[in-house]
C-alpha cells in the first residue's frame, strides 16, 4: 500500500489583476489575478518553500528519495532535486531525481515515487513540483499562466491512500517550448483542447475508474488540470461528475500554475475532504495520469503548518505591469553581479542551505556562521553543529538604496536577526514593503536565489514577514 | 605596556586638495603630499630611510611600488598597509614603531587613495564571502544609527546637526572637497542613502593623499621645525569583529574598537579627563551617527547624550572640545589610505598653531581617531606639542 503522509502547497505573495496585463498591452482581459514569482523565486525555491510545508513536523532523516518536478528547472544541466533536498536537510543516501518537459511531470514523479515505495526500494519519498512558465509578452499567456509549487510526502502509510495509477500516452502538440524558445507556444487549443487533453484525461480517468470499481457517484472529487477554466468542468460532465464534485483549478486567484497545479489542487482538495472521501486524480500533459486518493482519517494538524488558503489569502498586490516585466527580467538589464565560487558554495552548503549553526559545548552560545573558535567564550574546536530556526526577531535593520540587484525598487532591507533558539544572521528582507520593517518584527526565512555570480544560481536565506501568522 | 610616549616626533606634514580629482592619477597625489611633508621638515627624498603607505583598494596601489614607484625611490624598504579604513593611520603606526626602536632616523608614512576612478557612487563592494556579506558602507554603519534611534531616542535631526556644524567648519579649509555650508533643511530634505542615513550623513567619494615626516625628538630639534615640532603622545590600535553583525549579543550602540583604543591611548597619555586634557579631535565622521557614537565612545560625553551635547555646542570650534575643525570626513570625503594621515597632518598643523583652516584656541593636545570596517577597527593617535 502507498498512502500520502503529508502534503503542502506554495503561492508566491505576489499577485497581479489581470487587467493590468490587457491595460499594458491594449488587449482583451480575462477577469480575477495570477500569482507572480518574486524576482528571487525560481522553481527550486518554490518547491522549497512547499517542501518545507509538507516536512513540518516530519524528521527529513525519514526519507530515502526526493523527485523534483517542473518544466521550469532552473538548471538545464545540474540536479534541481539535490537543491532541494540539502535545503531540506535530507541525508545523503537517498535518491534523487528531476522529472521535467512536461506538466504531466507531477503525476509521473507521483507514480514513479509510489512504484519505488510498492517495490520496496524507498520506503518514502517527498515529490516536489513548482513552475513559474515564462509567457511572451504582449499575449494572452500573461494572464493565464501562474506561479506556485506544491510537495507530497508519499509512505508506507498515511492517513490518505494512493492507488490504482493508469496513464495513457499521446503524440498531439499541445503547449511547448523548444530548447531554444524563450516562451510558451501554443498552436490553435481545439486540436490540443479535444484530441488531447478530453481524450488523454478521459481514457485514464475511465480505465481508473473500472479497474478501481468506482462509478461518478463514489467520487466526492474529481481533481482534474486544466489550462482553462472551464475544462475540468467540462471533464467532470463527461465523466458524469456534477458541477460541485468538481475541484476548482483556482484560475481565478492564481492562473495555471503549471507542473505543480494538480497536486495544488489536491492539497486543497484534502483541505476539506473527510475521512472515507475518494477522490479521482487526473493530470494532463502528452498523454494523462490518473490515480484514486481515499481518506481513511484526518491528517494530524501540525502547528504554524499553512494551507493552501492561508497562501492564498496572504497576498500583496503587484502595482502594475511594470512591476511583473521586472521580476520576469522581461527587459534587458546590466546590473553588478557579485563575485561567487562554486568551492565556497559547496563547502558551507550545510551552513548556506540547510541552515546549521554551532553551539559551543563550553559556554552554550549558539552561533553563525560555524566558527572554528568560539565568538562568546574563545574556546577552540569545542563546537557542535546545530539546525537553527526559521523564525526571528528583528534587533536592527537599514533600507539600504546603494545595494542594487533583481529588485523591483529599491531599498534593498537588510536586518540583523535574533533567530528562535539562538543564533544572529543577517539578511536582506524580501516580500515586504520596506516602510513595514521594524525593530522587533517577526519574521520567517526563506530560501531564495541571491544572484548568479561565477554564472550559478547562488541560493540563500533572506527572511520576510511572517505570511499568515 | 611601555609604549612610544614622547618617543616620536613629527617633522613635517603634507596633504593634496581632497575632491574629485578627475584629471590626476595617484601618482600625482602621492607625489604632491610627500613632496610637501618634505618640503615642510626641510629635507629631500634621498634622506627617505623606509616608507609605509596606507591603501585599501587594490585598484589605488599594491604593494610597496605604491609609494617607491611614484616616488621613484627605489632599493628601500617600504610597507604597503591595508586595516580598513585606519589604513592610512596604520602605516602611520608602523612608521613610529620602525623609529621609536631605533631601527630608522628618518621615515615616511602616507596614505593615499584614487576612489573616483571607479566611479563616484559608494564604495565598491568586492570581497568577502559570495552569500554573507554584500552590504553597502552605508548600510552597516546605518544598523548602529536604527539601534541608537530605537534606544536612545537619536532622530535625524540631531544626524543632520552634526553635518551642518562640519560644513560650517570646512567652509575656511582650502583643502576641503566641499566648502559650502548647509543648513538642516539640505540636510534633512537630500535623498536617503541607506535608512536613516541621508545624502548629507554620509561622506563623500573623494580623491587625496596625505604624507608624514617621521623622526625621533632628538632630531627633529635640529630641523627646520626644531621649535614647533609635535609629539606622539598615545598611538594605540584595536581591531574588533569584522562581522558584528553575526555577533550574538553585539548591542550596535557605539563601537567596541574605539572603546578600547581610547582606554589604551588614553593610559599611555596620561589622560584622566579628556574633555579637559585634549584641545580638539578630528574623529572618524564617515557618516554624521559615527561622529555621535565617537563621542560617547570616547569618553568625551556619555553615549546616549551625545546628540543633546552638540545640540549644546559642545563640539563647536569654540565649545568644550571641538571635533573635525577641520570639517572632517564630511567635507573632505574619505579617500580611504589617505584619510588617517589627512587627520594627523591637520592635528599637526592645529597644535603649531598654523591651521589651514579654523585655527582651535592654543592647543596642547589634539587627536585623531580613525575607524574602520563596520566598526571593527579603530586607530586612535594623540599628538602634543613638544616639552
Excluded at chain 1, 466526492?220 to 460532465?237: E, H, I, Q, T, Y
Excluded at chain 1, 482519517?297 to 497576498?315: E, H, N, W
Excluded at chain 2, 610637501?36 to 599594491?62: C, K, N, R, S
Excluded at chain 2, 565617537?294 to 543633546?308: R, T
Aim: charged content about 20%; hydrophobic content about 40%; proline content about 6%.
Amino acid at each position: 500500500m502507498v498512502a500520502i503522509a503529508s502534503y503542502g502547497g506554495y503561492i508566491p505573495v505576489f499577485r497581479l489583476g489581470r487587467q493590468e496585463m490587457s491595460q499594458a498591452w491594449g488587449i482583451p482581459g480575462v477577469p480575477g489575478e495570477r500569482s507572480v514569482a518574486s524576482a528571487d523565486e525560481d522553481s527550486i525555491t518554490m518547491a522549497i518553500a512547499a517542501g518545507f510545508e509538507c516536512m513540518a513536523g516530519i524528521d527529513p532523516a525519514s526519507v530515502d528519495g526526493v523527485y523534483f518536478a517542473s518544466t521550469t528547472p532552473p538548471y538545464d544541466e545540474k540536479q534541481c532535486a539535490s537543491v532541494v533536498a540539502s535545503a531540506l536537510d535530507m541525508r545523503q543516501n537517498i535518491f534523487t531525481a528531476d522529472f521535467t518537459d512536461s506538466v504531466r511531470a507531477a503525476t509521473v514523479a507521483m507514480r514513479a515515487a509510489c512504484d519505488a515505495i510498492e517495490s520496496g526500494s524507498a520506503k518514502r519519498v517527498l515529490v516536489v513540483a513548482a513552475d513559474n512558465r515564462p509567457a511572451e509578452p504582449e499575449t494572452m499567456w500573461e494572464q493565464l499562466l501562474g506561479d506556485g509549487g506544491a510537495a507530497f510526502l508519499l509512505s508506507a502509510d498515511g492517513p490518505a491512500t494512493v492507488r490504482g495509477f493508469q496513464s495513457v500516452t499521446s503524440e498531439v502538440i499541445g503547449p511547448w517550448r523548444r530548447s531554444s524558445d524563450r516562451y510558451v507556444r501554443a498552436f490553435e487549443p481545439k486540436l490540443d483542447t479535444q484530441y488531447g487533453y478530453m481524450a488523454s484525461m478521459v481514457a485514464a480517468a475511465k480505465a481508473l475508474a473500472e479497474k478501481e470499481g468506482v462509478g461518478p457517484k463514489d467520487i466526492s472529487k474529481g481533481v482534474f488540470s486544466a489550462g482553462d477554466p472551464r475544462s475540468n468542468v467540462a471533464l467532470g460532465r463527461q465523466l458524469g461528475l456534477e458541477m460541485p464534485q468538481v475541484q476548482d483549478t483556482g484560475f481565478l486567484l492564481l492562473g495555471n500554475t503549471g507542473t505543480p497545479q494538480v497536486l495544488m489542487m489536491l492539497a486543497a482538495a484534502l483541505d476539506a475532504a473527510k475521512a472515507g472521501d475518494k477522490l479521482l486524480v487526473a493530470n494532463y500533459g502528452d498523454g494523462a495520469d490518473a490515480f484514486l486518493v481515499e481518506v481513511n482519517d484526518a491528517f494530524p494538524a501540525v502547528p504554524g503548518k499553512r494551507s493552501i488558503q492561508t497562501y492564498l489569502m496572504t497576498k500583496r498586490m503587484l502595482p502594475n505591469y511594470n512591476a511583473y516585466a521586472s521580476f520576469r527580467k522581461l527587459m534587458v538589464r546590466d546590473r553588478f553581479v557579485p563575485k561567487s565560487s562554486p568551492v565556497i558554495y559547496w563547502r558551507d552548503s550545510k551552513m548556506e542551505l540547510a541552515l546549521y549553526g554551532a553551539r559551543c559545548r563550553k559556554c552554550g552560545t549558539v552561533q553563525y556562521p560555524i566558527p572554528r573558535v568560539c565568538v562568546q567564550c574563545g574556546t577552540k574546536d569545542e563546537l557542535d553543529e546545530v539546525k537553527l530556526a526559521r523564525k526571528g526577531t528583528v534587533f536592527t535593520f537599514t533600507l539600504d538604496h546603494l545595494v542594487g540587484g533583481e529588485y523591483l525598487s529599491t531599498p534593498v532591507p537588510r536586518v540583523v536577526l535574533d533567530l528562535e533558539g539562538g543564533g544572529r544572521t543577517f539578511l536582506q528582507m524580501t516580500d515586504c514593503d520596506p516602510k513595514e520593517v521594524s525593530i522587533g518584527m517577526t519574521v520567517e526565512l526563506t530560501l531564495r536565489c541571491l544572484h548568479e555570480g561565477a554564472g550559478f544560481h547562488n541560493y540563500y536565506w533572506k527572511c520576510q514577514p511572517v505570511r499568515g501568522g | 605596556m611601555p609604549g612610544i610616549k614622547d618617543r616620536v616626533a613629527i617633522a613635517g606634514v603634507g596633504c593634496t586638495k581632497f575632491g574629485e580629482l578627475w584629471e590626476k592619477d595617484q601618482e600625482d597625489l602621492l607625489v604632491e603630499a610627500v613632496y610637501e611633508a618634505l618640503d615642510d621638515a626641510g629635507i629631500t627624498p634621498q634622506d627617505i630611510e623606509a616608507a609605509w603607505v596606507g591603501v585599501l583598494y587594490h585598484f589605488t596601489g599594491i604593494s610597496g611600488g605604491t609609494f617607491a614607484e611614484p616616488m621613484k625611490l627605489f632599493g628601500k624598504p617600504v610597507t604597503r598597509v591595508e586595516n580598513f579604513c585606519a589604513s592610512g593611520m596604520d602605516a602611520f603606526r608602523n612608521a613610529c614603531f620602525a623609529v621609536a626602536a631605533g631601527a630608522y632616523d628618518i621615515v615616511v608614512a602616507c596614505g593615499v587613495e584614487k576612489l573616483l576612478d571607479q566611479g563616484s557612487s559608494g564604495l565598491p563592494m568586492e570581497g568577502g564571502h559570495p552569500v554573507m556579506g554584500g552590504v553597502s558602507a552605508p548600510g552597516l554603519f546605518a544598523l548602529a544609527a536604527t539601534r541608537a534611534f530605537h534606544e536612545w531616542g537619536w532622530t535625524r535631526e540631531d544626524l543632520a546637526r552634526v553635518a551642518v556644524k562640519n560644513h560650517k567648519n570646512g567652509v575656511a579649509h582650502p583643502k576641503a572637497h566641499f566648502r559650502r555650508a548647509i543648513t538642516m533643511d539640505d540636510a534633512l530634505k537630500a535623498p536617503m542613502i541607506a535608512w536613516p542615513l541621508g545624502r548629507f550623513d554620509c561622506c563623500a567619494m573623494s580623491d587625496g593623499s596625505a604624507a608624514l615626516v617621521i623622526t625621533r625628538p632628538e632630531i627633529a630639534k635640529t630641523m627646520k621645525h626644531k621649535d614647533d615640532y609635535v609629539v606622539v603622545k598615545a598611538n594605540a590600535l584595536a581591531v574588533d569583529s569584522t562581522y558584528p553583525m553575526y555577533r550574538p549579543g553585539y548591542n550596535w550602540l557605539g563601537f567596541p574598537a574605539t572603546k578600547k583604543a581610547a582606554a589604551v591611548a588614553y593610559e599611555e597619555a596620561g589622560i584622566k579627563d579628556p574633555v579637559k586634557e585634549i584641545g580638539f579631535a578630528e574623529v572618524h565622521d564617515c557618516f554624521t551617527s559615527t561622529e555621535l557614537f565617537n563621542m560617547g565612545d570616547l569618553g568625551f560625553v556619555d553615549p546616549p547624550k551625545a546628540a543633546e551635547a552638540v545640540r549644546d555646542g559642545m563640539t563647536e570650534v569654540e565649545g568644550a572640545i571641538p571635533i573635525n575643525p577641520s570639517g572632517g570626513l564630511k567635507c573632505f570625503g574619505h579617500p580611504i589610505g589617505a584619510t588617517g594621515c589627512r587627520m594627523l597632518y591637520e592635528v599637526t598643523k592645529q597644535l603649531q598653531g598654523r591651521a589651514d583652516g579654523l585655527q582651535v584656541k592654543d592647543p596642547v593636545l589634539g587627536m585623531a581617531h580613525n575607524l574602520g570596517g563596520p566598526g571593527s577597527v579603530c586607530s586612535l593617535t594623540i599628538l602634543g606639542r613638544h616639552d
